[in-house]
């Protein structure tokens, strides 16, 4: 069994991290930082690699018993990790952008209020409302055809959210919503109660700034 400090130098994650910085490693070489050493028949990187696996195939569901599934790892290494993520899913909660009124989500969407062409966005939401993750869906002149409920829930679906904001940009700088706007939105929201994910609001912006179809009563 190889500690971290026993492999090759061309292995070694710690001294990759000193070089390069964590975003160079990989999954398992961070694992195996945490892990300093490996298990019964199993090197470090060779535990961290199954660890790793095991994350990929269901992370959400990760306990200590489900770790101290894989052979080799002890209930000491298992609490560490188990640890490790607990803390980590605190200190993102807190820092975490949360949107409950629509100005916060024109702030999060600032960046795109300059753009040429129309961008149609989502902003998928956990159950507290904190921001997962804002995505382009489409980029073009939107229609009924390119907007689709199948691909804006298919990323709400994997992202497991409660709920989601969509968005598009007017770069004329008209802020007014187009008869097809209020057909896409009408659209999106039969999804939105199939799948039972809330469709919290459309917003329209541009430079000059933003509607809310939610607090115009039209969605």
Same mark, same amino acid.
């Given at each position: 069994? @190889? ?6 130098? !061309? ?14 490693? @990989? ?9 300093? #050493?490996?298990? &019964?028949? @199993?090197? !470090? ?6 660890? !790793? ?5 269901? *992370? ?13 790892? +002890?209930?000491?290494?298992? #609490? ?5 993520? %607990? ?10 952008? &949360? ?20 961008? *149609? ?11 997962? @993750?804002?995505?382009?869906? *489409?980029? +073009? ?5 390119? !907007?689709?409920?199948?691909? =804006? ?10 709920? =989601? =904001? ?19 939105? &009408? ?5 939105? %109660?199939?799948? +039972? ?17 939610? %607090?115009? %009563?039209?969605?």
């Amino acid at each position: 069994m @190889k500690k971290i400090n026993e492999l090759i130098a !061309v292995d070694k994650p710690r001294e990759k991290l000193e070089n390069k910085g964590a975003s160079a490693l @990989k999954d398992y070489e961070l694992m195996a930082i945490l892990m300093g #050493s490996g298990g &019964k028949n @199993k090197d !470090v990187l060779q535990l961290s690699r199954e660890i !790793v696996k095991n994350f990929e195939n269901d *992370f959400d569901t990760i306990t200590l018993d489900s770790l101290l599934k894989i052979n080799g790892l +002890g209930k000491a290494k298992a #609490s560490k990790i188990i640890s490790a993520i %607990e803390l980590s899913r605190r200190y993102l909660i807190k820092q975490n952008i &949360k949107i409950t009124r629509p100005q916060q989500a024109y702030d999060e969407l600032r960046k795109y209020h300059d753009k040429r062409q129309e961008y *149609f966005l989502s902003i998928t939401l956990d159950g507290a409302s904190h921001l997962i @993750k804002t995505r382009v869906e *489409f980029i +073009g002149t939107l229609n009924r055809t390119l !907007v689709h409920p199948r691909e =804006i829930f298919a990323h709400a679906i994997a992202d497991r959210a409660a709920s =989601i =904001i969509v968005a598009h940009n007017h770069p004329s700088g008209t802020l007014e919503a187009s008869k097809e706007d209020l057909d896409i939105t &009408k659209r999106l929201k039969s999804g939105a %109660e199939l799948l +039972g994910i809330e469709l919290k609001d459309h917003i329209i912006f541009s430079t000059e700034g933003f509607i809310s179809l939610k %607090e115009q %009563e039209k969605l």
